[in-house]
């Protein structure tokens, strides 16, 4: 299956401060989703990226993906508390790989 | 909507010994996943069944791990005998298209082997 490298792996911000994780693979991704993560509970599905360039906006969060369909990323302006958790990249199966393979996450505590 | 439902939702063994999980998706649903998530990494895929067929095994380790989804609805995971490092949660998620497509996933089971 496809690789994708997440980073960084834990992110400290105070409340208000923007946050952005990013997703970058060596190869060309058919497309990306995103998944957040609360601790304890399970991941969620926030985003589906598919075109070249492509950008999407939830709110205060804003997702892209790269021209090259190689990297993508994920920022949050002016964080709350209420985004706490774990937010994981996730390479959507092509035709050759079936399988959802997610990145390593990165871990975001907002301190109040 | 009801969302996917897992049970048990913890579940404390010793290794060598046997555990079974279990999960229902949503109604509807044709593709079911079961993921392991060890702590601190991302879910990992185990197994994916398309309807009552398996899709994709390969990260299964078939001589411990089994899965089966006999009926097209609800599966069942098992692992037998366990090992210190099967101790993770374990995700079961279903989607509506084939293989394709937003995932949902259920609370998970926190399997411990002691």
């Known amino acids: 299956g496809q690789q994708v490298m997440q980073i960084p792996q834990y992110q400290h911000v105070q409340e208000g401060e923007d946050f952005t994780t990013y997703c970058n693979s060596s190869t060309t991704l058919s497309n990306i989703q995103w998944y957040k993560q609360r601790p304890g509970g399970h991941p969620v599905f926030l985003i589906q990226?598919?075109?070249?360039?492509e950008v999407k906006k939830q709110k205060r969060l804003t997702f892209q993906f790269g021209e090259a369909k190689k990297n993508s990323s994920l920022h949050i302006t002016a964080t709350q508390t209420t985004d706490v958790g774990t937010y994981f990249c996730a390479v959507g199966p092509d035709g050759s790989a079936r399988q959802l393979t997610f990145g390593s996450g990165t871990q975001l505590t907002v301190l109040p | 909507e009801a969302g996917v439902a897992q049970s048990p939702r913890y579940k404390i063994i010793e290794k060598r010994q046997s555990v079974a999980f279990w999960c229902n998706p949503i109604s509807g649903h044709a593709t079911l996943y079961w993921y392991q998530q060890i702590l601190g990494q991302g879910p990992k895929l185990l197994i994916q069944f398309q309807n009552n067929g398996v899709v994709d095994d390969s990260q299964l380790p078939k001589d411990r791990f089994s899965a089966e989804r006999l009926k097209g609805v609800d599966s069942t995971l098992k692992i037998q005998p366990a090992k210190l490092e099967d101790s993770a949660v374990y995700l079961c998620a279903s989607s509506p298209g084939a293989g394709e497509g937003t995932q949902y996933f259920g609370p998970g089971t926190r399997l411990t082997v002691t």
């Open positions: 990226l598919v075109k070249s360039g």
